[in-house]
């Protein structure tokens, strides 16, 4: 084998080495910090990236997506001289990759250590009852501090939730006496007010019963009233249509008895009551028609 052959195939060796030396992957949701001789260089963004062998080198790859950093339990003194025991967790992603490995030395133990200073700083502000009711706006403050602190280290803090809020053992069991102590005087006084609205519908429905049975007997009443008053006004009517004429009739009687006692001989129209009074009707019926 000549000499030339081997230069060329120690130059092919050489060149594959060297291209594979500088070429790299960058993952997606991955960024990458090239240095040059220890100094930072540039930063790569996903896919096949191509860097300088020997020159260059990859020093960091730096998840950008959503972390969850766990804050560990610490006591904490309330405004009310009460230890409380708490713990929370910090949500983040990273905004500039550079700044998150040059701008801190170690990002995580910074965090940590700024959520559990400002933790104390937030709660020793507030009472025991404060602290219980107020997680919400504990979260607000400690997101809002957060953010502003790591702003210049390249993360966006997007949420900080506080986790358990823990009493010492004497003040939760007073505070479960105070919460059963609460519950059943609540209970008791539903039940009490149940008691007083039910008699109130009770009351209330006695009552409109009372007022339906009043009015239908004064319905009862006035329409037996409107019945005598017909009964009344018919007898009158039938009074003034019959009786009268009856006590014209046996006046008429009087007076042909009267003048029937002195003459032999009366005369009587034939369109006269007194023929169907005297009975004579039908014998002038019978003598006309002969």
């Known amino acids: 084998m000549s000499a030339g052959i081997i230069v060329l195939i120690v130059v092919l060796v050489l060149a594959v080495i060297l291209l594979a030396k500088s070429a790299t992957v960058i993952h997606q949701a991955e960024k ?27 020093r960091y790859r730096v998840d950008m997506r959503e972390t969850v950093l766990d804050v560990e339990p610490q006591p904490v003194i309330t405004k009310d001289n009460v230890t409380v025991t708490v713990d929370a967790v910090v949500y983040y992603y990273v905004t500039e990759a550079k700044s998150v490995r040059y701008e801190v030395g170690n990002f995580y133990v910074a965090v940590s250590k700024l959520a559990q200073t400002n933790l104390r700083n937030v709660i020793g502000d507030m009472s025991l009852d404060e602290t219980l009711t107020s997680r919400e706006r504990i979260n607000a403050v ?79 009443a006035i329409l037996r009233a409107e019945g005598e008053a017909q009964a009344i006004e018919n007898v009158s009517k039938a009074a003034d249509t019959f009786f009268v004429g009856n006590a014209q009739l046996l006046k008429q009687l009087e007076v042909t008895q009267s003048s029937l006692q002195d003459n032999t001989k009366l005369v009587i129209s034939d369109q006269s009551r007194l023929i169907n009074v005297l009975g004579l009707g039908e014998a002038l019926s019978v003598s006309q028609s002969k």
Do not use: C, H
């Not at 963004?45 to 260059?56: E, M």
């Open 32 to 58: 990458g910090l090239v240095e040059r001789f220890g100094r930072y260089k540039e930063t790569l963004d996903p896919g096949l990236r191509f860097i300088i062998p020997f020159v260059d080198s990859m």
């Open 142 to 220: 400690l997101r809002e501090t957060l953010d502003e602190a790591t702003d210049k280290w390249g993360v966006k803090v997007t949420r900080v939730e506080v986790k358990e809020i823990e009493p010492p053992r004497d003040i939760s069991e007073a505070m479960s006496k105070q919460m059963k102590a609460e519950r059943e005087k609540r209970a008791t006084i539903l039940e009490a007010e149940a008691y007083r609205e039910k008699q109130i519908l009770e009351a209330e429905g006695d009552k409109q019963n009372a007022i339906l049975v009043a009015e239908g007997a004064r319905q009862a």
